[in-house]
């Protein structure tokens, strides 16, 4: 099936999820998604979980996110 | 609010004679003005530990006095082996749910990975309905499973809900193994929905409770816009707030229990005029239900983890006797010619004579599907030359042929020898069914026209079915499938 990361169209075997297609996408890209620096969302902007399932045709946006610091 | 005052009204056999009578039928009065609370979690996967927050917050809601439900959208099972291994399996989820007070239930692609037999037994003891109006399911078989239910609040409001499954398109069947649903009949759940819109007249609230992922709930809410809102799950997606689409609510909760979903609904004048879905964090709340905490920690303390499940003659030790077994393992139990399994993926160096389910999953911890790709021999050696590119030296364990990868003094690859196992070359010009770890499928960089397809399990369960089949051990005694010419740096352990 194919799944379109950040608009680069990535052909994965079927019944992949998240983290399969964001490998296949890029190692850094998912080293990063991995430590948290990075996270994963649809493509009307809501968070999907790494072991989140997948259609055919799926849009998924990896973004850096910026946390908010606890005030000290 | 309890049970008592609750009313299901199950609409599977006489549902077009109900939709004509309906249609003539002049809606019940409704109070002037209700407001229902929908709670909803989907994609739990065996992750019962937040389930005593969920008690309380949904308890807390109840003593309220008002109309509160508890909706589940699916995919309860596989995903935390300490549940999953439960005999029977995902025995713990029916209990917590059961306790719960679950109301309504649509069951998810993983719902069927314990097989038929198994869902029919959690259906016939769940004290809740499971709707479904894409499954047909033959007399006996998952006997509580209707397509849709109307919930009546003791105000007299009237709450019609009715579920639906994913399907995927290549084959019609849910994500599941194709063995786990036979005798069940499906239908595309878009077409199917469409046959429901007449629920909207005769009731006050008219809800779909899904299992079809975000994207499929988007087109759902598009083409169905007298739905006021869709409860979903699948696509693991964290909606927070809930998207209003073509004015119907789409809500979904994230996944593995993270968050609980609260859907709010307010009606006058006999129709919904206002509605919101929000996410309550779960890592936040601190209130828990004693009982229910003191039910989970009893399951997980799984005494099954501790089960032996295989005896060996002797201690099985070394990435090649591991990995050939793990690979056997992948191979014998999904029918694959070929199977492979990387060496960063084997756990552990040892498992002793008496193997329990806890050393599997330590062996193989990571919850890899496998997945099955057809290939012809020469990208067979394009799999093999990514791996050994990756540190010079084996790196696939394999079952079904046996390979030497020829290296020139300065490790540049020669040649790669693919050995049947009667010990002649492999044929050329034919395809095989190879069988990989979704790690390998994903982030191996190798040549195959076919893109392959999941097969629905885990390597670990292939593991697991695989010992308690009670293989001849004793071919794994010095046992060695994959070398290097010359030998290389590898110590083998």
Not at chain 1, 27 to 55: P, R
Not at chain 2, 140 to 154: D, E, I, Y
Not at chain 2, 246 to 268: C, H, K, M, P, Y
Request: charged letters at 25%.
């Amino acid at each position: 099936m194919n799944i379109k990361v950040n608009g680069k169209i990535i052909e994965i075997f079927s019944g992949a999820r998240v983290a399969d297609v964001l490998r296949k996408y890029s190692t850094i890209t998912w080293t990063q998604v991995q430590k948290g620096s990075k996270m994963v969302f649809d493509g009307c902007g809501h968070e999907v979980a790494l072991d989140g399932e997948l259609s055919e045709g799926a849009a998924l946006v990896v973004k850096r996110v910026l946390r908010k610091e606890p005030r000290p | 609010m309890s049970r008592a005052q609750r009313q299901a009204i199950g609409l599977s056999l006489l549902l077009p004679l109900l939709l004509a009578g309906l249609a003539c039928a002049s809606l019940p009065p409704a109070p002037a003005d209700t407001r229902i609370i929908i709670f909803h979690f989907n994609d739990v996967h065996g992750k019962i530990d937040n389930f005593a927050k969920v008690a309380s917050i949904v308890e807390r809601e109840r003593r309220g006095g008002g109309d509160v439900y508890l909706f589940c959208a699916g995919d309860n099972f596989t995903g935390n082996p300490v549940i999953d291994q439960y005999q029977p399996p995902g025995e713990p989820m029916l209990v917590l749910l059961n306790r719960l007070g679950l109301d309504v239930m649509t069951p998810g692609n993983h719902e069927f990975d314990f097989g038929l037999d198994n869902l029919t037994r959690f259906t016939a003891q769940a004290r809740f309905p499971m709707l479904s109006a894409n499954i047909r399911a033959p007399r006996g078989v998952l006997p509580k499973l209707q397509p849709s239910l109307v919930l009546k609040t003791k105000d007299g409001v009237r709450i019609a809900v009715f579920g639906l499954i994913q399907t995927e398109a290549e084959s019609g069947l849910p994500s599941t193994h194709p063995d786990r649903v036979r005798g069940l009949r499906f239908s595309e759940p878009l077409q199917e929905a469409m046959k429901f819109r007449k629920l909207r007249k005769g009731n006050h609230v008219f809800l779909a409770l899904t299992h079809l992922g975000f994207d499929i709930d988007r087109v759902l809410a598009e083409r169905m816009p007298q739905l006021d809102a869709i409860i979903g799950g699948h696509s693991h997606t964290r909606i927070d707030p809930a998207e209003m689409v073509n004015g119907v609510l789409i809500a979904q909760a994230g996944s593995d229990n993270r968050f609980l979903g609260r859907v709010e609904l307010r009606i006058r004048g006999g129709r919904v005029v206002e509605k919101k879905g929000t996410l309550i964090d779960l890592k936040e709340w601190r209130e828990e239900d004693p009982e229910i905490k003191a039910m989970i920690a009893r399951f997980n303390q799984n005494p099954a983890f501790e089960r032996v499940i295989a005896e060996t003659p002797f201690a099985l030790e070394g990435k090649d006797a591991l990995g050939s077994l793990m690979t056997d393992a992948m191979r014998t139990i999904h029918g694959l010619d070929v199977a492979f399994q990387n060496e960063g993926g084997i756990r552990l160096r040892r498992l002793d004579e008496k193997i329990t389910l806890k050393d599997v999953y330590t062996l193989d911890p990571f919850g890899n599907q496998v997945v099955e790709i057809a290939m012809t021999a020469e990208e067979i050696r394009g799999l093999i030359r990514d791996s050994f590119g990756k540190g010079n030296e084996i790196d696939l364990q394999v079952s079904g042929l046996s390979y030497t990868v020829r290296t020139e003094s300065d490790l540049r690859i020669k040649e790669i020898d693919l050995r049947a196992p009667d010990g002649r070359p492999l044929p050329e010009g034919r395809t095989y069914k190879v069988g990989v770890s979704s790690y390998v499928a994903s982030s191996y960089n190798f040549p195959h026209r076919d893109p392959g397809r999941a097969l629905g399990s885990t390597t670990a369960e292939a593991l697991i079915r695989f010992l308690e089949s009670r293989p001849d051990f004793s071919i794994y005694r010095g046992i060695q499938r994959a070398f290097q010419d010359p030998p290389g740096r590898n110590d083998r352990y």
